[in-house]
């Protein structure tokens, strides 16, 4: 059964960091492109980033370029994200999504994180 | 960025009818590959988002033969043949031919 399982969320101040995880299991964590994908109350659901399989190439939405950065340790079978110079529009439930064909098929059950004073 | 563009917001539905749900591209979904990257997903109250139909039509393992998928190019559809209690929630499509991939707002589904 695959499962993903997002930790690392909480509260921080506008220009704080935090690293979100993903533990994968229940399947070939190293085979797949692994993604990251934000849903805020007032804009939805927004793409955040992917990573190739062996971490060689790696996407990032322009809302975050520059300030967040996808990585992987497949020998960990786990997925971050590094978020840095956060500001209050970040404030989503981040979810670890598998993504196959251009397509997410399994989704974390989601890790908040709130941005304010 | 492709603008996806759900209608409507809000669905009033009645058990045991059908339900139906638009999802409009601002641009062609064809990819160069000949596919056409366009998904549905169900999201229930407190729950992670579920896929249920990806390439347009194909239905998730599990998923009810009442939802079906159509549509070609800039113009999509979600059909339920007749509405089930569980079907409640939120329906969002998302476009995967283009980066960044993006959804549409989503499509409240109440009784």
């Known amino acids: 059964e695959v499962q993903l399982v997002e930790s690392g969320g909480g509260l921080v101040q506008p220009g704080g960091s935090l690293r979100l995880s993903c533990a994968a299991s229940?399947?070939?964590?190293?085979?797949?492109?692994m993604s990251w994908v934000r849903q805020a109350p007032e804009r939805g659901l927004e793409w955040v980033a992917h990573?190739?399989?062996?971490?060689?190439?790696?996407y990032h939405v322009d809302s975050v370029k520059g300030r967040f950065t996808i990585s992987r340790d497949n020998a960990k079978n786990s997925l971050y994200l590094q978020m840095d110079s956060l500001r209050v529009e970040d404030t989503a439930v981040y979810f670890c999504a598998r993504e196959v064909g251009r397509t997410v098929d399994y989704w974390g059950q989601g890790t908040l994180v709130t941005v304010s004073s | 960025d492709v603008v996806m563009t759900q209608s409507p917001l809000s669905l009033p539905v009645t058990l045991g009818q059908p339900a139906s749900i638009s999802c409009r591209s601002s641009q062609s979904l064809v990819h160069s590959d000949g596919n056409t990257y366009l998904n549905w997903f169900q999201q229930r109250p407190g729950q992670s988002p579920r896929r249920l139909i990806y390439?347009?039509?194909n239905r998730d393992s599990g998923v009810p033969d009442r939802f079906s998928g159509s549509g070609s190019g800039t113009d999509f559809t979600l059909k339920i043949s007749r509405v089930e209690a569980e079907d409640i929630g939120v329906y969002f499509c998302?476009?995967?031919?283009?980066?960044?991939?993006?959804f549409g707002q989503g499509t409240k589904v109440e009784i």
């Open positions: 990573i190739k399989p062996d971490g060689s190439e790696k």
């Open positions: 998302m476009q995967g031919t283009h980066w960044p991939r993006t």
């Open positions: 229940g399947f070939a964590f190293s085979s797949n492109w």
């Open positions: 390439k347009v039509s």
